[in-house]
């Protein structure tokens, strides 16, 4: 029997099918991220990047023949990491400066937010108190036409 398949080895290759099966459909049963709300405050810059938005410029400048983004990177990182902690500070302050009024915009959003969603759930039990109401009025119109009958 050369090249046929035993029994067990067709077993083994079912149960590997029906595996990668059930994975599959869990990953298409899995919930869907909620969307990213717009006005969200983005994150704050960290100092390196503070640094890259003026080497960037200098670099371009230099270099106007360099197409290549990975080029401007690599020399990024090598000089920020050659930089001394004393260079370092500005970069570091302005990205604390950043940080403070990411923080402050952050608060902002979130009480809006909270705004919102109280004020939704007011919506929501004003409406709930209606239908209530209307299901009230409506029981008694049963019972009248219960006595009618």
Known sequence: ??????????????????????????????????????????????AFFVFMEEFRKKFNEENPNNKAVSAVGKAAGQ???????????????????RKVEYEKNMKAYNKKQASGANAAEED????????????????????EEEDDE
């Open 124 to 143: 929501e039990s004003e409406k709930s108190m209606s239908e209530v109401n209307d299901d009230e009025d409506g029981d008694e119109g049963s019972e």
């Open 79 to 97: 000089k920020w990491k050659s930089l001394s902690d004393a260079e370092k500070a500005p970069y570091i302050a302005k990205a604390d400066k």
């Open 1 to 46: 029997m050369k090249g046929g398949k035993s029994k067990s080895e067709s077993k083994k290759a079912d149960a590997k099918l029906s595996v990668k099966k059930g994975a599959a459909k869990a990953g298409a049963t899995r919930g869907k991220k909620a969307g990213k709300d717009p006005n969200k405050p983005k994150r704050p810059a960290s």
